[in-house]
Nanobody, 127 residues
């Protein structure tokens, strides 16, 4: 049974930093992509970033480029999202997700392409 468990959310002032983690278990993720999505109150869940479980392929949504960095530790089966220079508009529940499309040249960015989801972690950025 696949499990994705997020941690690291919290309250931070604008300009601050947080690092989210996503511990993955229950299967081999070699052919998978792992991604981060977020959902603000009253809004649709949106794509943030993704990476392939092998190789160096990453992708970011435009609004976080240069501020967020996605990475992984294969030995720990854990993915990270380093978030710097946070803005109030980054406030949301952040979810990690796993997609079997990890070997594609273009990493998946649509919710429907992700089969497994974590429970989410709240990130609140105060102004």
């Amino acid at each position: 049974q696949v499990q994705l468990v997020e941690a690291g959310g919290g309250l931070v002032q604008a300009g601050g930093s947080l690092r989210l983690s996503c511990a993955a278990s229950g299967r081999t993720f070699t052919t998978y992509a792992l991604g981060w999505f977020r959902q603000a109150p009253g809004k649709e869940r949106e794509f943030v970033a993704a990476l392939s479980w092998i190789g160096t392929n990453t992708i970011y949504t435009d609004s976080v480029k240069g501020r967020f960095t996605i990475s992984r530790d294969n030995a720990k089966n854990t993915m990270y999202l380093q978030m710097n220079n946070l803005k109030p508009e980054d406030t949301a529940v952040y979810y990690c997700a796993a997609s079997p499309q990890g070997l594609r040249y273009s990493l998946p960015i649509a919710r429907r392409e992700y089969d497994y989801w974590g429970q989410g972690t709240q990130v609140t950025v105060s102004s």
